[in-house]
């Protein structure tokens, strides 16, 4: 992600009894940048925003993208729920990464935000 580009996505965030979805971003350019955060259902209503500030160098991470530290959806259930980020402030580089936890196996599958496209169904 920088400044002045298209936001980055990835389409199958999930929250059930079986999977769960932490968020990821990493700043990279040694510059501060603000970050907002949209999460969209598959039909394309816009369901939450949310702004955040990434650090120089950081690494800021939220656990339950759905939770009140997160977007603040609640506790669901949710399947392929897609979230799209885009720095709208500031010089920095921003790498988003999805992690969908297996809440049995504690076995992580890792996403990287990517240009729009047609959309990735991950889930049952």
Known sequence: LQLGTQEKRFAG?????????????????????????????????????????????AYFQINDIFGAEGLGLGEGPYQNVEIAAQIVEGGGQVVGVVTLVGNLSKNPQIFLLKDPGPPTVVGF
């Not at 501060?32 to 969209?40: I, K, P």
């Not at 598959?42 to 925003?49: H, K, R, S």
């Open 13 to 57: 965030m999930e929250k059930s009894v079986l999977r769960r979805t932490n968020f990821i971003l990493a700043e990279t350019a040694g510059q501060a940048a603000t970050v907002r955060l949209r999460a969209y259902s598959l039909t394309g209503q816009q369901l939450a925003e949310k702004t955040v500030s990434v650090p120089p160098l």
